[in-house]
């Protein structure tokens, strides 16, 4: 098994679509866990981290289920600007990042 | 303002060439990674310094080694490039390892080609 595994993908959506993407992870033991979105050819960029309790950031609510070693992002009211690359980040005991190989989304007009 | 940055951003080498990819940073952090990513996969990690304390992956080839003179440069050399070689190279940077402020801040990147 992956240590970090993602929704294959592509996800292409109308604008204004709800999207979710799901993540699992191998590691019981990982600490840490993030959405990072990445552009074509650009860097990853943080998106939000993720918290046992769930969390929203406008239109992005990240969930985590650690029984299940899942992590979930929402997407509601998508926008053309939305379109990326969505990559699960997991930390573990050694704080080693382990990437998701990514979701990509298109959202269109 | 640039926190990371990466230069080159664009690296062509020949086959067998050695070859510096430098990264520099401006936000003083303990922390600096490189990552290899190659296209539709996910960035892979290929060593971390924490402070002068160097990691490497148990996977990273022999190939592929990096220096780090102070806390603001990194550099990732290739001692003999190859085809496989070629790949968005990416520094990140973060704080510390581990706790809340792990966040990794990313350079742009720097893209090999080998010809």
């Known amino acids: 098994r992956k240590e970090v595994e993602q929704d294959p993908g592509p996800f292409n959506v109308p604008e204004g679509a709800t999207v979710a993407f799901n993540c699992t992870y191998s590691n019981s033991a990982s600490q840490s866990f993030f959405w990072y979105r990445q552009d074509c050819r650009k860097e990853p960029k943080l998106l939000m981290s993720?918290?046992?309790s769930g969390n929203e950031d406008g239109r992005f609510t990240a969930q985590l289920n650690r029984a299940s070693q899942y992590i979930s992002l929402l997407i509601r009211d998508s926008k053309l600007s939305d379109s990326a690359t969505y990559l699960c980040?997991?930390?573990?005991?050694?704080?080693?990042?382990?990437f998701g190989k990514g979701t990509l989304l298109t959202v269109n007009p | 303002d640039a926190m990371v940055i990466q230069n080159p951003r664009y690296q062509v080498t020949q086959f067998g060439k050695p070859v510096t990819l430098s990264c520099s940073q401006t936000l003083n952090h303990n922390v600096m990674y490189w990552y290899q990513q190659k296209s539709s996969q996910a960035p892979k990690l290929l060593f971390h310094y924490y402070d002068k304390d160097f990691n490497n992956e148990a996977d990273t080839p022999d190939n592929f080694q990096s220096r780090r003179p102070n806390t603001s440069f990194c550099f990732l050399d290739i001692r003999s490039p190859g085809l496989g070689d070629a790949a968005m190279y990416l520094c990140a940077t973060s704080r510390d390892p581990q706790g809340p402020s792990y966040e990794q801040y990313f350079g742009p990147g720097t893209r090999l080609t080998v010809t």
């Open positions: 993720v918290y046992s």
């Open positions: 980040v997991v930390i573990g005991s050694n704080y080693k990042l382990t």
